[in-house]
């Protein structure tokens, strides 16, 4: 029987159930700016398709200098206050802090890349269209009626709503320090600048009295710490939006050193501001080139109008003979980096290779996805889909036929709705997310003895497709749901090494086990 006192700890997809003893608890993405398609060239097998693809438009930002006016005076009082109660943090007067990068994939998100830089701070006071960022560039903006940008753009990609809806990337301390002011509560999906009202924000003063303005965030996510509240480096601070004046889901760093001036913390031969002072820890390169996502589709991606999500169309199991859309989402890429894509049949075997590289020199934020048709004569099993670039190579799995792999119910917040457990009379309620592979339409659900984190044993074999499960348990028992189709099993979870958690004692009868990456 249970008792009373009952101990719920969630360990990813698992639920502990404790009689005794009590455990410790535990961009804007506008339509695709249409540019030519770049060079595609076959080496080996099947022709892919033609492409689809090229980049987004750019989300900005604006603030008046009225505006900005208005946030130091804020800071100003606020630190006064501060000061006056005795509450306010010693000022060192020593070298200013070297800065930790500002964003996190949150928990259970593993992408290869989330971002994309798209503009710095522009250091050429005149204007409209006087372009100059730290490294002799242009990848900066300023505005006919004056505005010149101020700080550097962190862009969510690929799929900003989407990832802003999640909460997929977190917004994190550079340096440690303390809140000096805050703002939250304000909209946060907006699509064009002006008039928007104030933004989301976070303010922390470091120990030199350096001050770094975190702003754009989305509505509800700033810490729940207050002013005068201190951070460490890595802190959680936020999540990104598009909230005040912006056009779409980015960070906007903005740093003053101790004497209220504007600074850019990038180095670099254009740096007038604070030349031959670094303040990033490890800069990052200006072309920082990378993939961001892979995915396999039935569908090319869909990227909605402002500000309605994006839909990916990504899945991972696929029936006999299918049109495979193979996407790779890419940043800072350039015109001399050919990627090599390869598609592999489950005996290894190439069944599709080619190469393609872009036809200009550079896009910020950019996207190809080709088409490849296998026919029914092909191999069932495990595929995998790669692409080579930049030194690293990417890699998505797959299933094409029957039968299907399956996926994994959510374990943490960013991938959707958590295994959770209500305590009704003598009995526990078990509810959960949909898995992350939309074709896994079933769930089990074992038990096992705590203690022996190896004896889980099936339950239900079947939910009927239902999120939520009625037991009756007696003693110290976990819980573990995983997503199933008519021959497979999904994932149960992972371990805290991140390994796949094992099978257990025994598993539902006509059902084996396999599991691949969410979509």
């Not at 190809?368 to 595929?383: A, D, L, N, R």
């Not at 992350?436 to 044993?457: E, K, L, M, R, W």
Request: charged residues 15%; glycine residues 8%.
């Amino acid at each position: 029987m249970m008792t009373n006192q009952l101990t719920i700890r969630r360990a990813f997809s698992m639920l502990l159930l404790m009689a005794s003893p009590v455990l410790p608890a535990a961009a804007t993405e506008s339509p695709s700016v249409p540019i030519p398609s770049g060079v595609t060239r076959v080496l080996r097998g099947v022709p892919p398709g033609p492409i689809s693809g090229g980049t987004i438009s750019a989300p900005q930002d604006f603030m008046t200098d009225a505006e900005r006016q208005v946030i130091r005076e804020q800071i100003d009082a606020s630190v006064e206050r501060l000061r006056l109660a005795g509450k306010l943090g010693a000022t060192a007067f020593t070298a200013h802090p070297l800065f930790g990068w500002p964003l996190r994939s949150a928990a259970g998100i593993s992408d290869p890349g989330y971002y994309s830089i798209y503009y710095f701070v522009d250091q050429e006071p005149s204007f409209p269209n006087l372009l100059l960022d730290y490294n002799c560039g242009m990848r900066t903006y300023d505005s006919s009626n004056g505005y010149n940008h101020a700080g550097t753009d962190f862009v969510l990609w690929p799929w900003a709503w989407k990832k802003m809806d999640a909460s997929e990337v977190e917004i994190v301390a550079v340096a440690p320090g303390q809140i000096v002011l805050r703002s939250d509560g304000n909209f946060d999906r907006n699509c064009t600048n002006g008039n928007n009202g104030d933004w989301n924000a976070v303010y922390v003063r470091h120990a030199d009295g350096s001050i770094a303005w975190y702003g754009h965030m989305k509505n509800g996510s700033p810490t729940p710490k207050q002013v005068g509240d201190t951070v460490v480096k890595g802190e959680y601070l936020g999540t990104i939006g598009s909230s005040g004046n912006s056009s779409g889901p980015h960070l906007h760093l903005e740093i003053y050193n101790a004497a209220n001036q504007l600074i850019d913390p990038w180095t670099g031969s254009c740096n007038a501001l604070n030349p031959g002072d670094p303040w990033w820890e490890s800069q990052r390169p200006y072309y920082d080139s990378a993939v961001d996502r892979l995915t396999t589709g039935d569908l090319p991606p869909d990227f909605s109008a402002c500000p309605s999500d994006e839909i990916p169309h990504a899945r991972v199991t696929f029936g006999v003979a299918p049109v495979l859309y193979v996407t790779a989402y890419y940043r800072d890429q350039l015109e001399t980096q050919a990627s090599v894509y390869t598609v592999y049949r489950p005996d290894a075997t190439i069944y599709s290779q080619w190469t393609h590289s872009i036809p200009v020199s550079y896009l910020r934020s950019s996207s190809w996805t080709f088409p490849v048709s296998i026919p029914s004569s092909e191999m069932q099993g495990s595929w995998r889909f790669t692409v080579d670039y930049n030194s690293t190579t990417f890699e998505r799995q797959f299933t094409i036929g029957s039968p299907a792999a399956c996926g994994s119910v959510p374990e943490t917040p960013a991938q959707g709705t958590t295994l959770k457990l209500q305590k009704i009379s003598t009995s526990a309620k078990l509810t959960w997310g949909a898995s992350c592979n939309p074709q896994d339409t079933d769930f089990v659900v074992y038990q096992g003895t705590i203690g022996a984190f190896a004896s889980h044993a099936p339950v239900r074999c079947s939910t009927a497709g239902g999120l939520s499960a009625v037991l009756s348990p007696a003693g110290s028992v976990y819980f573990l749901v995983g997503p199933r189709n008519a021959t497979r099993e999904g994932s149960l979870g992972t371990m805290s090494d991140g390994t796949e958690r094992p099978v257990g004692v025994s598993s539902c009868s006509g059902v084996t086990r396999l599991a691949l990456q969410c979509p």
